[in-house]
């Protein structure tokens, strides 16, 4: 059954560093997304990318953020120098329509 | 802004006791989904609903939308220490960003 991946699993970084963080959605969506979920909080939504541009963002979808999508299967959000407070858990979604289905996250610690 | 609510936010029940657990909104929206997360991973789909008043089963779970598709529930029947989890309801308007609610965090006690 085809899965949403995500790399890496972990990632730890230094406050004010940037990081990358992939994603490869089901092969056959169209409409990718982006959420983070801090601990203890609710799933928290990011952006979303359609046609090789954002869709919407959010509020929390700052300039210290950006998405792309390289190639024809990887989907990634860069997070230029980052914060404590951005340490959370990082989940890619991807759809065909109106079923979001999630990859497992990358959980970035910022020290 | 839209809020979905779920309630109970912890339910701990015994082994066989059948369960609902509510997910309310005062929005609209085209389909509600329903998730399972178990720490540190993923949400897993679990439903969509996307009609007023529809109800779909998955083996001992029943999900149903509300006639005005601003709220869902979730009953299971002879809960089993398998289904203790947390379970996330999320409405949607289309291919829009999913609206999570809070959460409830479901255990089983055998």
């Known amino acids: 059954e085809p899965e949403v991946t995500q790399t890496p699993s972990h990632q730890v970084t230094q406050m004010g560093q940037e990081v990358i963080l992939r994603c490869v959605p089901i092969s056959n969506h169209l409409y990718f997304y982006w959420y983070r979920q801090i601990l203890g909080q609710k799933v928290e939504f990011l952006v979303s990318f359609y046609n090789n541009e954002i869709s919407e963002k959010s509020e929390i979808f700052d300039d210290q953020f950006s998405v792309e999508r390289p190639d024809g299967s990887n989907f990634t959000l860069k997070i230029r120098s980052t914060k404590l407070e951005d340490s959370a858990m990082y989940f890619c979604a991807s759809s065909a329509y109106n079923e979001q289905f999630f990859g497992p996250g990358t959980r970035l610690t910022v020290l | ?110």
């Open chain 2, 1 to 110: 802004t839209q809020l979905l609510e779920q309630s109970p936010q912890f339910l701990s029940i015994q082994e066989g006791e059948n369960l609902t657990v509510y997910c309310n909104s005062s929005s609209v929206f085209s389909s509600l989904q329903w998730y399972r997360q178990e720490p540190g991973e993923g949400p897993v789909l679990l439903v969509t609903v996307v009609t007023g008043g529809e109800v779909k089963k998955l083996k001992r779970l029943t999900f149903q939308f509300g006639d005005a598709r601003k709220d869902s529930s979730l009953h299971i029947t002879a809960a089993q220490p398998g289904d203790t989890g947390l379970y996330l309801c999320a409405g949607a308007r289309g291919n829009e960003k999913l609206t999570f609610g809070t959460g409830t965090r479901l255990t089983i006690i055998p």
